[in-house]
């Protein structure tokens, strides 16, 4: 039997058929019993099946649903039969595939009674509008309104916190307000190389020589770059620059970048997920260590799981950090579309 032969007799007129068949939304008719009466090709097309497969059958056993969902739907299609309109919003379901596999689809729709010539209802025709796509966009979109409000509030503590050790460590009014200026312009870089890269996190080479740049201009004779290159996480790039800005500032101002023969030789390795980075100035002089603790050294005390050696030498300062990694928190350089570091 065709579907046009199951119709009932109230559809039979061929003007309902023709423009029922080439009607771009999905269409079904359901009797009494809930069984498919008809079909239209753009519902048969959105729901995988044919004619032959849904031809008199109970809906729920061609679209089988987890009980919980099944009874309210179940319940919107009986309350046609009773005359009125009924409406589902973002209804889910649980679409079976050609190959096995199981799809979620979401459909809203609107059922309404279709009567005969006695005034009785007898069917309900269902128009539906697949708004999978709309629903995955709005949840996507969802998400990325509560990261960003996230990392506002992140970026406005980590502000307040460098404003509050700016603040502490400064001799005066002017020297705060240069060295605030200063790391809030190193915070935008960060900010700015991350939103380029999709948040995807910074390799340490690049956020390494940003920073050292942004202090004594692009002379690369001032300093050298030695260690493998690997991709950090948001977090783990965010502290690494801040890191990087404190001890190139510091040099600026009273080591190897103060003075004209001063260099800086900065070299790292991995060693069982602990990054051992060694910060060595030549060409300074004697230096002592400092009468008070600056903001370089608190910085140090925001990161737990690095532990700091300072060695003052005839020649300049060396500074020995160890930062410990989680396991996911990098990748070799070479894998471009690595997870980098959490």
């Not at 269902?126 to 708004?131: K, S, V």
């Amino acid at each position: 039997m065709t579907r046009h032969d199951s119709m009932p007799d109230s559809f039979g007129e061929k003007l309902f058929r023709d423009v029922a068949d080439s009607w771009a939304m999905p269409m079904m008719i359901l009797n009494k019993d809930l069984r498919f009466a008809y079909a239209n090709d753009a519902y048969m097309t959105a729901t995988e099946t044919d004619w032959e497969r849904l031809a008199g059958q109970y809906i729920f056993d061609i679209f089988p649903d987890v009980r919980g969902r099944q009874e309210p739907v179940e319940a919107k299609f009986r309350e046609v039969f009773s005359g009125k309109r009924t409406t589902l919003e973002a209804q889910p379901y649980e679409l079976t595939m050609p190959d096995g596999t199981v799809e979620t689809r979401v459909w809203q729709a609107v059922q309404d009674p279709h009567y005969d010539e006695a005034g009785n209802v007898t069917h309900m025709i269902q128009r539906a509008e697949d708004i999978t796509t709309q629903v995955e966009l709005k949840r996507q979109n969802d998400y990325m309104e509560n990261e960003l409000a996230h990392r506002i509030r992140n970026m406005f503590a980590v502000i307040m916190a460098t404003s509050r050790i700016s603040g502490e460590s400064a001799d005066d009014v002017g020297t705060y307000v240069k060295d605030f200026n200063e790391r809030l312009a190193s915070m935008s870089r960060t900010y700015f190389e991350l939103s380029r890269r999709n948040w995807c996190g910074l390799r340490l080479r690049d956020i390494l020589e940003s920073e050292l740049i942004a202090i004594v201009g692009r002379n690369a004779s001032r300093f050298t770059l030695d260690g493998p290159d690997f991709l950090l996480t948001v977090k783990a790039s965010k502290d690494a620059a801040m890191i990087a800005h404190e001890l190139a500032a510091n040099a600026r101002k009273f080591g190897c970048f103060s003075v004209p023969g001063g260099h800086l030789h900065l070299s790292w390795k991995l060693e069982d997920n602990i990054v051992v980075s060694v910060w060595k100035e030549t060409g300074v002089g004697p230096v002592q260590p400092p009468a008070r603790t600056g903001f370089g050294t608190q910085i140090f005390k925001m990161f737990p799981r690095t532990r700091v050696e300072r060695e003052y030498t005839d020649d300049g300062l060396i500074v020995t950090i160890h930062t410990q990694l989680l396991p996911s928190s990098y990748e070799d350089a070479a894998n471009e579309f690595a997870e980098p570091f959490q």
